[in-house]
């Protein structure tokens, strides 16, 4: 029973050490020059009309050549003024335009974000959402990267933190998910996306077929179009640069965070069977510590798993939060671990039998 003990210990330490390496040599800054590429970002928009001042302001504030990029937003069916407001906001700016999905027959994200791939100019894509904001480094880094010949990015999507309890949730998530898709990157096994920072080149979006082979959930186009890129060996990488997160608010209630969760976890059904069994193991072998106590009628020693796991955690997320662009104090890292992953079970309980909706 002890060499259990210790071997189990020996697994959390070493495979925590490889976060931590892995999210270091992620953030190594890219030495090649960067000679600016044509890019058109397409963003869909669903009643956005409260963002999108906001985003059109962080757009325009974007540190590339304005000739150099185009931005397509396209209304997806909207019930509010977003069309309307789109239309007067983008009239005078001369590499903005709008679209209105209704016009050609189409319906949903998918539908919407394929229109403005169609009808972009540029061989490069980037595609954000309506409720973001880019940082002023944003296409500048993806630009250096698409240079070294990489045909799909992604990059980091941090949330903006606040104090309500729902806000340290969704942030704490969205740091410890990031920093094992990142470390997961580095080895060049990546599984998620965030569709708020995501770009592609044009050539490998109509390689893969657009987003037809992504429909197996009500979302997920990112992570699906990410699984077939995977399955075509093509050149994927990550864009971790000063200046070029995207930022986004949490959901403001916990009826709102548990869908949004439910379905992220329903698309993770859909991954490649190795991401799966990877991703599946690295949460099962976390649990099996938290819940390491209850061993403890078996063998006293196994009271030493959950104390352990919690150290380690908080040294990874110590390390790292930073770079995520994230702060949580020393009592926020302890509690929102252990809330995080219990979350997990919900999360994939309310994906296998809650009615997942999209708004």
């Not at 992570?223 to 949490?250: C, N, P, Q, Y």
Request: glycine share 4%.
């Amino acid at each position: 029973m002890i060499y259990l003990v210790i071997t189990s210990i020996t697994i959390l330490f070493l495979l925590n050490v490889l976060l931590i390496y892995s999210v270091k040599k992620l953030n190594s800054i890219s030495k090649s020059v960067n000679h600016s590429v044509n890019i058109s970002i397409v963003v869909a928009a669903k009643n956005e009309a409260s963002n999108i001042d906001g985003l059109i302001h962080s757009l325009q504030n974007l540190d590339y050549p304005i000739e150099m990029f185009e931005v397509i937003i396209i209304d997806d069916h909207s019930t509010d003024m977003t069309y309307d407001k789109l239309k007067t906001k983008i009239d005078s700016i001369i590499n903005f335009s709008v679209l209105d999905l209704k016009s050609f027959n189409g319906s949903g994200k998918r539908d919407a974000l394929t229109l403005g791939i169609n009808k972009s100019e540029h061989p490069f894509i980037m595609i954000t959402d309506a409720d973001c904001r880019p940082e002023k480094n944003w296409l500048t880094a993806y630009s250096k990267k698409f240079n070294e010949g990489f045909e799909i990015l992604f990059g980091f999507a941090p949330f903006y933190q606040h104090k309500s309890l729902i806000n340290k949730i969704s942030c704490f998530e969205n740091l410890r998910s990031s920093i094992l898709s990142f470390s997961m990157a580095a080895f060049e096994l990546p599984y998620t996306a965030a569709a708020r920072n995501f770009g592609f080149t044009k050539k490998a979006f109509e390689t893969l077929g657009g987003y037809s082979k992504t429909k197996d959930t009500l979302s997920g186009d990112d992570d699906l179009l990410l699984r077939e890129a995977v399955k075509h060996k093509m050149k994927i990488g990550t864009v971790t640069e000063a200046d070029s997160f995207v930022f986004s608010e949490t959901k403001k209630s916990f009826k709102e965070y548990f869908q949004q969760k439910a379905r992220h976890t329903q698309t993770s059904f859909h991954y490649l069977l190795k991401q799966k069994l990877i991703i599946g193991s690295w949460h099962i072998l976390n649990l099996a510590f938290l819940f390491s106590p209850i061993l403890m009628l078996i063998n006293p020693l196994f009271a030493l798993l959950l104390p352990l796991k919690l150290v380690s955690d908080f040294v990874t997320v110590k390390f790292n939060q930073k770079k995520f662009g994230y702060t949580f104090s020393a009592g926020e890292i302890f509690y929102l671990q252990i809330i995080y992953e219990l979350f997990l079970v919900v999360h994939f309980f309310n994906a296998r039998f809650l009615k997942v909706r999209w708004k």
